[in-house]
């Protein structure tokens, strides 16, 4: 098979790369962390211009065309920079959405303002008790003329406090943990029945928690009472970017523990010169290896149109990488030792976005826990 990238695809992650190095070193990411809104509008409008918030939406609806590989490219570079800007939720997880559920009169209206940098989005879709169950849903959809009404509370929804709509599951029949009952609905973040709370995360990142009181949603995206196939596709898109992003902050985790070790002087030479903590970089680098490994076929496996074989892929995925990120986060803390925890030094902000990341949607365990409920990757005969 061939891995080899495209001259297109080459051009978009030099460009990328150009723009964070220009823009994103480590003291200008603790800078836009303190602006009010914890990220960079400035930052935010070159990724406009350089395409990057129309990069999977199709050209004739305002975007460039791009598809899984063009994401995994984009986010590799901004785990890299462990960026703070709502890429993830507004181009991946709110692009995924209306480019799987919306009508093309939605799409029309909306593409070209988020291509532009206009119009940010986030999915509103974890609760207290719902885990990490998409399907365990307790806020509810009525039935309200026209349109729906909207009431239930969302937590750690991600770049919730700066969004301008929000995506919301909810729930418009059954018990609360049934599968068919679940609508996903566009919901204005200004209307009179939405309050929000937000804060900053472990890793720099903003959210909010989200109160619905008959708030009105504006739009629903796909069957109202079957929605959660669509958040089962959505999630899995997601999934594959957050592999890559992984693999970008592993990488310069990496990198920075080599670096560290072979200047940290320690009985009057080099901590790099000691074997067993040569043998400890090696580890750290397989680990990378594995995960970008996974990433690829994250990518590649995006796209799958039967549902539980894109599941199954998506569920190997989220465990390869999670354990990847965990050990080579672990392992850069232990090997720069007591400076890697202050919050000066950019090594344990890569730990804390790898822990992060690692936790978005299921942990390595959840999916272990996944996989074994439903018999393993290969079914008995």
Same mark, same amino acid.
């Given at each position: 098979?061939?891995?080899?990238?495209?001259?297109?695809?080459?051009?978009?992650?030099?460009?990328?790369?150009?723009?964070?190095? #220009?823009?994103?070193?480590?003291?200008?990411?603790?800078?836009?962390?303190?602006?009010?809104?914890?990220?960079?509008?400035?930052?935010?409008?070159?990724?406009?211009?350089?395409?990057?918030?129309?990069?999977?939406?199709?050209? #004739?609806?305002? &975007?460039?065309?791009? &598809?899984?590989?063009?994401?995994?490219?984009?986010?590799?570079?901004?785990?890299?920079?462990?960026?703070?800007?709502?890429?993830?939720?507004?181009?991946?997880?709110?692009?995924?959405?209306?480019?799987?559920?919306?009508?093309?009169?939605?799409?029309?209206?909306?593409?070209?303002?988020?291509?532009?940098?206009?119009?940010?989005?986030?999915?509103? *879709?974890?609760?207290? *008790?719902?885990?990490?169950?998409?399907?365990?849903?307790?806020?509810?959809?009525?039935?309200?003329?026209?349109?729906?009404?909207?009431?239930? @509370?969302?937590?750690?929804?991600?770049?919730?406090?700066?969004?301008?709509?929000?995506?919301?599951?909810?729930?418009?029949?059954?018990?609360?943990?049934?599968?068919?009952?679940?609508?996903?609905?566009?919901?204005?973040?200004?209307?009179?029945?939405?309050?929000? @709370?937000?804060?900053?995360?472990?890793?720099?990142? @903003?959210?909010?928690?989200?109160?619905?009181?008959?708030?009105?949603?504006?739009?629903?995206?796909?069957?109202?009472?079957?929605?959660?196939?669509?958040?089962?596709?959505?999630?899995?898109?997601?999934?594959?970017?957050?592999?890559?992003?992984?693999?970008?902050?592993?990488?310069?985790?990496?990198?920075?523990?080599?670096?560290?070790?072979?200047?940290?002087?320690?009985?009057?030479?080099?901590?790099?010169?000691?074997?067993?903590?040569?043998?400890?970089?090696?580890?750290?680098?397989?680990?990378?290896?594995?995960?970008?490994?996974?990433?690829?076929?994250?990518?590649?496996?995006?796209?799958?149109?039967?549902?539980?074989? @894109?599941?199954?892929?998506?569920?190997?995925?989220?465990?390869?990488?999670?354990?990847?990120?965990?050990?080579?986060?672990? *392992?850069?803390?232990?090997? =720069?030792?007591?400076?890697?925890?202050?919050?000066?030094?950019?090594?344990?902000?890569?730990?804390?976005?790898?822990?992060?990341?690692?936790?978005?949607?299921?942990?390595?365990? =959840?999916?272990?826990?996944?996989?074994?409920?439903?018999? &393993?990757?290969?079914?008995?005969?």
């Amino acid at each position: 098979m061939d891995f080899d990238l495209s001259e297109e695809q080459r051009l978009l992650q030099d460009s990328v790369a150009k723009l964070l190095a #220009d823009k994103y070193g480590f003291e200008q990411r603790k800078a836009y962390m303190k602006a009010p809104e914890g990220w960079s509008r400035e930052v935010w409008s070159q990724f406009a211009e350089l395409g990057l918030l129309g990069l999977p939406f199709a050209e #004739d609806e305002g &975007g460039f065309g791009g &598809g899984a590989v063009d994401t995994l490219l984009v986010a590799e570079q901004l785990g890299r920079a462990i960026t703070l800007e709502p890429w993830l939720s507004t181009v991946v997880i709110g692009g995924g959405f209306l480019r799987n559920g919306a009508s093309a009169e939605l799409r029309s209206a909306m593409v070209p303002k988020i291509a532009a940098g206009e119009l940010l989005l986030a999915f509103a *879709q974890a609760e207290r *008790q719902s885990r990490y169950d998409l399907f365990d849903v307790a806020t509810t959809a009525k039935k309200d003329g026209s349109g729906w009404s909207i009431t239930g @509370r969302k937590g750690y929804v991600v770049h919730g406090d700066s969004a301008d709509a929000l995506i919301v599951t909810a729930r418009t029949a059954g018990g609360q943990r049934d599968q068919r009952g679940i609508g996903v609905f566009l919901v204005d973040a200004k209307d009179p029945g939405v309050q929000r @709370r937000g804060y900053r995360t472990v890793d720099g990142q @903003r959210a909010a928690e989200v109160e619905f009181a008959n708030a009105r949603a504006e739009a629903v995206l796909g069957n109202p009472e079957h929605g959660l196939p669509l958040v089962d596709q959505v999630v899995d898109e997601t999934i594959a970017a957050l592999a890559g992003e992984a693999v970008g902050a592993m990488q310069v985790a990496h990198d920075m523990t080599v670096d560290y070790m072979k200047t940290r002087q320690q009985f009057g030479r080099p901590i790099g010169s000691f074997q067993a903590l040569q043998h400890r970089a090696a580890d750290m680098l397989v680990a990378l290896e594995q995960a970008r490994s996974m990433s690829y076929f994250a990518a590649m496996s995006a796209e799958e149109r039967d549902p539980l074989e @894109r599941r199954k892929a998506m569920a190997t995925v989220k465990v390869q990488i999670g354990r990847s990120a965990r050990f080579v986060g672990q *392992q850069s803390i232990q090997l =720069h030792g007591g400076i890697a925890m202050t919050m000066e030094y950019a090594c344990g902000h890569y730990f804390k976005r790898l822990t992060v990341n690692d936790a978005m949607f299921g942990d390595a365990d =959840h999916y272990v826990r996944y996989l074994a409920d439903i018999g &393993g990757l290969v079914q008995a005969a």
